[in-house]
């Protein structure tokens, strides 16, 4: 710490000596439908009263550019005939890198007595970049990502913060959303169905420790919660429709930064100083060994993470009509945790002192997409992608008291998937918008898991396939209709086709939402979700005489009805009130056909596919609450966020017994914000704080009796998710220091993580060696700084 206060001395004596920075801002302004550019359209910046008027007019590209724009927090307006006009506000302008600002204007479905600025689903996080989404969206960016506390650039953190969504736990990123499991969330890059897009995450849950997706290529994203618009399918719970920004095709600029998500190097610009084409990339290489020899503790004892990713992003403009983008995440990871090497001392939320653990994985993702403007109402976009997940485990148990290590299990998950992307949109008119699409996803797969008893004397191979292959077809259509300027009813339906068993799922999809007064809404949505299981579900083998039986191969869809009703008050123009009741009710849900409390509902609670035999769709649930979300814009320098969730998730297994599921923790509160304090011209200093309260979660009681007759961890099933653990309680906080220079800018940031040092339970489990019922805890204290430099 005193190292901290001594660099941000020197940096705030040095910075009284720097020249007030500009930069220059540019952009796209294009229809929102039709993604036509719009010509004419005038970008004005907002100064105050008395000064000269600066900005600038759209040429035939839809393109604008308004130079000599002094750095801090800037605000625009966007005005043309025939749109409704547009403000974006607190825009970050910094000196070491241009901002480049791509924005969907809505066509003005009546002439309009006065003139009303409407906010830009640019700036408006309750606005999402799909436009059909009326209910259970909103939107984020990479100021999200960096600016709140804990969220260390990531995604997944950072959404955890939102009305509906507990995060799963401080060691990895699994979300829960409206009490689903993890396993229901689609993640979408640019439009493909990708794999799960974290370092150290099994192809069979959707997080981990790490993302691989970097926050510094991010543009603004899209989170859905529920009753999705009919282009998502195969998803029960969430959608993270993730999406990339450009490389500035006009000037290069390059960046270094050091976090605890490695340390990183970004560039990107044109390709040349006369072609409009761009680039965008940044590596990044794990840092988690250095923090390990400075001694301080993440949570894995002795074994250090090593991961590396690159993501991209390559733009090359066909004409004035098209567009030709090749994107990207490659990224490999691996760690050995030895038992014999753990500190019993220390709180360790992956290895164990009685097991050896090692593992190595690689995602990679890559996609083609070419965009064109067919007609000026007409708009059409074809990906083809590819992406492959390499995943390789194996495990030993060690012997009391010798420690003796013997192997325990071994296993190798290796899948190919190639995508084609199809959508299509096209505005009949300023009232009248139809929108189609198909995706096409070919798995090629290779599965492989053995489970090894009584020292290497026993063996059972759980899963043993090689070159199989399967294709989910999905199609949809949808209609959306302005009745007037403040009505919009929107309906349409989803089709899928998985020919590895055949099922067929048709789902329909509607919304309607109606604005009034002064920035209230109320909206309804309704919709069918219907999801695969996992591959390897299907895969499980089944022991018999005549030799192994695949029983769920057979498995049908799991289906959920989504029901959500939306009250919005933007009671300021800058702070937003939303309520959302709302019902999902899940049936067709895989349970044993034996009388057992097992449910598919459940999986996504441990690390691990499910090695779960004979299984139907014979199980229901259903989760239910009500979410509260008060937010207030960054405006005036500070913003905050409070968002609470009353809910409640159950489920019946084929005992026909109503159980509370794993993810259960009936409420959840988060308390979020942030304030700006400006040193000078050209400096800037900021605090944020989170504090979030979860109910305890509910497990199942570990049987100590048989626990220690048979030596492992035994848990009572007959007692399924009845014992509720103590409320999760965390606070962080951030200090951040921002410099603009004349042509740079540098950034200098620590995260203060669980700061009261609370000791959350992590799981219970049974310790042959003590004999005794143990907890494992979560994340302690622990420090993370950053620094980031461009120009």
């Known amino acids: 710490m005193k190292a901290l ?66 750095v801090g927090r800037q605000s625009f307006q966007i005005t043309t005939v025939g749109y409704e006009p547009q403000r974006l506000s607190n825009i970050i302008v910094t000196a070491g890198k241009e901002v480049v600002l791509n924005v969907t204007m809505t066509e003005a479905v009546e002439s309009l007595n006065e003139v009303v600025i409407t906010a830009d689903r640019k700036s408006d996080k309750s606005k999402t970049n799909n436009e059909l989404s009326l209910v259970s969206g909103r939107s984020f960016n990479v100021d999200d990502t960096k600016r709140y506390a804990g969220a260390l650039g990531d995604p997944s953190r950072m959404a955890a913060n939102f009305a509906g969504v507990v995060s799963g736990d401080d060691s990895r990123n699994d979300i829960v959303v409206r009490g689903n499991s993890p396993s229901g969330t689609l993640w979408q890059l640019e439009g493909l169905n990708i794999p799960n897009p974290n370092h150290f995450g099994s192809f069979a849950a959707t997080g981990g420790p790490v993302s691989m997706l970097n926050n510094n290529v991010l543009g603004k994203s899209d989170f859905l919660t529920g009753a999705f618009p009919a282009q998502y399918g195969n998803a029960l719970a969430a959608v993270f429709d993730l999406q990339l920004r450009e490389g500035n095709n006009q000037k290069h600029e390059l960046m270094g930064q050091v976090g605890f998500n490695g340390f990183e190097l970004g560039a990107e610009g044109p390709f040349s100083r006369n072609s409009k084409a761009s680039f965008l990339l940044n590596y990044r290489y794990s840092t988690l060994g250095l923090f390990n020899a400075l001694g301080l503790q993440f949570g894995t004892g002795t074994a250090i993470p090593d991961y590396q990713d690159l993501n991209f992003k390559v733009a090359v403009p066909t004409g004035n009509k098209g567009k030709l983008t090749f994107f990207g995440i490659t990224g490999s990871s691996d760690v050995n945790f030895l038992g014999n090497e753990v500190d019993t001392t220390l709180s360790n939320m992956y290895g164990t002192e009685n097991t050896n653990t090692r593992v190595k994985y690689g995602t990679n993702i890559f996609g083609l997409t ?126 899928q086709h998985y020919n590895l068993n055949n099922n067929v799922a048709v789902e329909p999809r509607a919304g309607l939402q109606y604005v009034f007064g002064k920035g209230q809404s109320v909206s309804v949505g309704y919709g069918l979700n219907s999801q695969a299981q996992n591959i390897y579900t299907y895969f499980v083998q089944t022991p018999d005489e005549s030799g192994p039986v695949r ?241």
């Open 551 to 791: 029983t769920n191969k057979d498995l049908g869809f799991t289906k959920s009805h989504h029901f959500v009703f939306s009250y919005q008050n933007r009671l300021t123009e800058n702070l937003l009130l939303k309520i959302e009741p709302y019902y999902q009710k899940l049936y067709n849900v895989p349970v044993e056909q034996r009388a057992s409390t097992y449910s598919a509902l459940n999986m996504g609670a441990s690390f691990g596919p499910s090695d779960r035999d004979s299984l139907v769709n014979e199980g229901s649930g259903h989760n239910m609450g009500v979410e509260l979300t008060l937010e207030k814009y960054f405006n005036k320098g500070y913003y905050f966020l409070l968002s609470t969730s009353f809910f409640d998730s159950k489920y019946k297994g084929s005992d026909k017994v109503e159980r509370n599921t794993a993810f259960n923790t009936k409420y959840v509160l988060n308390v979020l914000g942030g304030k700006e304090f400006r040193l000078g011209n050209n400096n800037v200093l900021s605090a944020n704080i989170k504090t979030s309260l979860v109910g305890g979660k509910y497990i199942t009681p570990l049987n100590l009796a048989a626990s220690r007759a048979r030596g492992v961890a035994v848990y009572d099933e007959n007692r399924a998710y009845s014992l509720r653990q103590s409320a999760y309680f965390r606070t962080d906080i951030r200090f951040s220091y921002r410099r603009e220079m004349r042509r740079s800018t540098m950034e200098f940031s620590m995260d203060l993580q669980n700061v009261t040092a609370r000791k959350n339970i992590f799981q219970q489990t049974y310790n042959p060696r003590t004999n005794e019922l143990v907890n494992q805890y979560q994340q302690s204290f622990f420090p993370v700084p950053y620094f980031r430099y461009t120009f």
């Open 370 to 495: 070419y965009e064109h403007n067919l007609t000026a109402k007409t708009f059409a976009k074809l990906t083809l992608g590819m992406s492959t997940t390499r995943e390789r485990f194996s495990g030993d148990s060690i012997s009391n008291p010798a420690r003796e290590a013997f192997l325990s299990g071994e296993a190798k998950y290796n899948t190919s998937k190639y995508s084609a992307v199809l959508n299509v949109r096209h505005k009949m008119n300023a009232k009248s918008s139809l929108y189609g699409g198909i995706t096409l996803d070919v798995l090629d797969f290779d599965l492989y898991s053995r489970s090894i008893y009584q020292g290497g004397k026993i063996d059972t191979v759980r899963a043993n396939v090689s070159g199989e292959n399967t294709v989910l077809t999905q199609a949809y259509g949808q209609w959306k209709y302005r009745l007037s300027q403040g009505l919009i009813f929107t309906t349409g339906i989803h089709f």
């Open 5 to 70: 206060l001594l660099a941000m001395t020197f940096l705030f004596a040095t910075s009284l000596y720097a020249q007030e920075g500009t930069q220059t801002i540019r952009g796209t302004i294009r229809d929102e439908v039709s993604k036509s550019p719009v010509i004419g359209a005038s970008i004005l910046l907002v100064r105050e009263a008395g000064t000269s008027p600066v900005g600038a007019v759209t040429d035939l590209r839809g393109e604008f550019s308004i130079p000599g724009v002094p």
